[in-house]
């Protein structure tokens, strides 16, 4: 059996000098494996990167596992690929790569960076595929850049595809990808979101890490089907006008021994120094990044799911654990760059190369950057100095609205500058903002459990909050099951808990939600000017003692502005005056306590007329009723 491996290459010289350089952004057409016809028979060439290597082998089904049998050959260019062509390989055929290392001659027996499917866990070895789908989403892809511009409604589904919804009848299963395509596809389209976003789908081994753990970069992973079923699923996503965001993890990788850690028997992928190449929170390896052809890896990462898989838009993790050397650091645990500063000086290079070559590359894409500090510039373009991204997580939003909301109204009067503090910084980056997965985890409760009083109120809190958020400037983010006032904590083992819409309240809190949706696609003034500052305009953020806000949220055309009135107590205002800067009336648009969503029905008369009385700053205004713990909006008439 030995020596069955012929010489060939995928690779020209430009490819070697692009990867070498840390150019190349699509390795996945030249390493891994690959289905080619050689001199007259059908096989699989093979490439894998090792400097460090002194012999590789491949290993597998084909070759009952026996180190040797298959070795590859070093290219004699000095970039430590090794390659070869070996005849009669089908597909879904289990391989690995057997490393015999220079260094203390250690040996390494690794599953494919590059592979496009992975075994399921917990088996760990690669298999040879060759994808094979017809897509037919085109419509979708030549229109994608006006569903998924700045200037249009960006109301993202998170969801973790394991525990969404489970066939309890066979078992409590997770549904499959193509499961997936009818199920999800009709919910998300009901509810009138505007994207889907998956938890990390890229193999991982260990369930509990929710996929932040990657080990197949290149492979959804094999829980739910095939990756030509993925794709199926996105498909349908698109075909339905829904666009998909997919997490991405480019800051760290778990230290299991057929992943990338000490690949080759050195530090391949991972920074050398434990003070940048590992990470304490997470117990795992952080990238070098300041080594080209990792960048060369991680962009070509990038580029994969958005050529292959259509994806629309990537939200990169954990950001602020890349920009800064002393991210959960103590003192004495990291070392400063070679300015003095605590930037990952690497790190920046690397996002800032990340976002010009994808934005370059695929129309109509975005990258939205999960980033918790107030590093500056993260949307600007890299060409004004800033990191490139075209959306960022709104952290702070997040923090100061639950921590608002979770108050008893009767003391929210003296906290009415943590409402409103967010729109003093609203508009520096270009935000979204996220009630993610991260807030309903380890004891922190489900967002409704976090909200005050009685089970009523505890509803009309939640419904005011989400009204609040959808009126807000920014993109909007929703975790899987806050749509219907999940109760408990979110469990990644089981489902959501869907059998709770029998009850009207929660029933009711869907079809809020939906209705914001609605609202927040149909309203321009909420989403054409939603990361600009002319977008957005106080009439009254000082009125602590009644913890009322009153603001106007504005598009390209006057006489699309919208006021939004949120009343925080329980307390019913009637004749409440409101500043106006224009128009001879109001007309109610959306309450979030009509009694469809579990309110009390209070609400205002269809048309209120205007008065020319000063309020406000404004030379008109008018008297409306507030509603208990809920939002109104009007329409300004002309």
């Known amino acids: 059996m030995k020596n069955q491996v012929e010489l060939h290459s995928l690779f020209t010289d430009f490819d070697i000098d692009l990867f070498r350089s840390g150019k190349h952004y699509r390795l996945y057409e030249k ?25 590789v082998s491949v290993i597998g089904d084909f070759n009952y596992w026996i180190e040797g049998d298959h070795p590859l050959q070093v290219r004699w260019d000095g970039s430590g690929i090794w390659e070869g062509f070996i005849p009669g390989i089908e597909q879904g055929t289990r391989y690995k790569f057997k490393i015999h ?39 979708w892809m030549e229109t994608r850049k006006d569903h998924n511009a700045l200037d249009k409604p960006f109301s993202v589904y998170e969801l973790h595809l394991a525990s969404w919804r489970r066939k309890i009848e066979d078992g409590g299963r997770s549904l499959s990808y193509v499961e997936l395509a009818d199920e999800l596809v009709a919910y998300v389209k ?44 996105i498909d349908k996503l698109h075909q339905a006008g829904i666009g998909v965001v997919l997490d991405w993890v480019p800051s760290h990788f778990p230290e299991d021994a057929h992943g990338l850690g000490f690949f080759d028997g050195s530090n391949l992928y991972e920074h050398p120094d434990r003070r940048k190449g590992y990470h304490p929170d997470w117990k795992s390896l952080i990238f070098n990044y300041g080594r080209n052809e990792v960048r060369s890896f991680l962009i070509s990462n990038a580029f994969f799911w958005l050529d292959k898989f259509h994806a629309d838009a990537l939200r990169v ?23 003095g500063g605590r930037e990952n000086l690497d790190a920046i290079l690397f996002m800032k ?7 370059g590359s695929f129309e109509g894409i975005q990258t939205i950057a999960e980033e918790s500090t107030s590093f500056p510039m993260v949307t600007k373009p890299v060409y004004l100095g800033g990191l490139g991204f075209g959306m960022k997580w709104m952290m702070g939003w997040m923090h100061d609205t639950l921590e608002y909301f979770k108050k008893d109204p009767i003391h929210r009067r003296h906290h009415q500058n943590d409402i409103t503090f967010s729109m003093t910084y ?62 408990e904590e979110w469990d990644f083992q089981g489902s959501l808990d869907w059998h709770l819409l029998q009850y009207p309240m929660h029933e009711g809190m869907q079809k809020l939600v939906g209705d914001l949706n609605k609202l927040y696609r149909g309203e321009r003034a909420l989403f054409e000017k939603q990361f600009s500052s002319e977008g957005f305009e106080w009439i009254n953020y000082g009125d602590a003692e009644n913890s009322v806000l009153v603001y106007l949220r504005k598009g390209r055309k006057k006489e699309d502005t919208l006021v939004v009135v949120l009343n925080m107590t329980p307390a019913i205002r ?65």
């Open 31 to 55: 390493f891994g494996a690959h289905f080619i016809e050689k001199d007259g028979k059908n096989g699989c060439y093979f490439a894998v990167w090792a400097p460090s290597a002194k012999a």
């Open 101 to 139: 290392s220079h260094h203390n001659d250690i040996k390494t027996e690794k599953a494919d960076p590059y592979a496009f499917y992975c075994e399921s866990p917990p088996h760990t070895a690669s298999l040879t595929w060759k994808h094979n789908y017809s897509w037919k989403d085109t419509s």
């Open 190 to 233: 009901k509810m009138q979101f505007t994207h889907v976003e998956f938890m990390p789908i890229m193999e991982y081994p260990y369930d509990p890490s929710w996929g932040y753990q990657l080990t197949g970069y290149f492979a959804p992973t094999s829980r739910f089907g095939k990756p030509e079923d993925l794709m199926f699923l």
């Open 317 to 339: 993790d954990a950001v602020a654990s890349m920009l800064y050397l002393d991210y959960s650091r103590e003192e004495g645990e990291w070392e400063p760059n070679e300015f």
């Open 353 to 359: 190369e990340l976002n010009e070559a994808v934005y």
């Open 426 to 487: 609203a508009f520096t980056e270009n935000f979204m903002l996220p009630l993610s997965h991260d807030e309903v985890v380890y004891g922190k409760r489900s967002i409704l459990g976090r909200m005050p009083g009685d089970e009523w109120q505890r509803f009309a809190n939640l419904r005011l909050l989400y009204s609040y958020m959808f009126t807000h400037p920014g993109g909007k983010l929703l975790f899987m099951g806050g749509e219907f006032g999940q109760g």
């Open 574 to 638: 009637e004749d409440y005056r409101i500043g106006l800067p224009f128009g001879s009336g109001l007309e109610q648009v959306f309450n979030s306590d009509y009694k469809k969503y579990g309110g009390s029905g209070c609400s205002n008369k269809k048309r209120i007329a205007t008065e020319h009385t000063a309020w406000n700053g404004r030379e008109h205004s008018a008297t409306v009723t507030l509603p208990p713990l809920a939002m109104v909006a009007f329409h300004i008439l002309p």
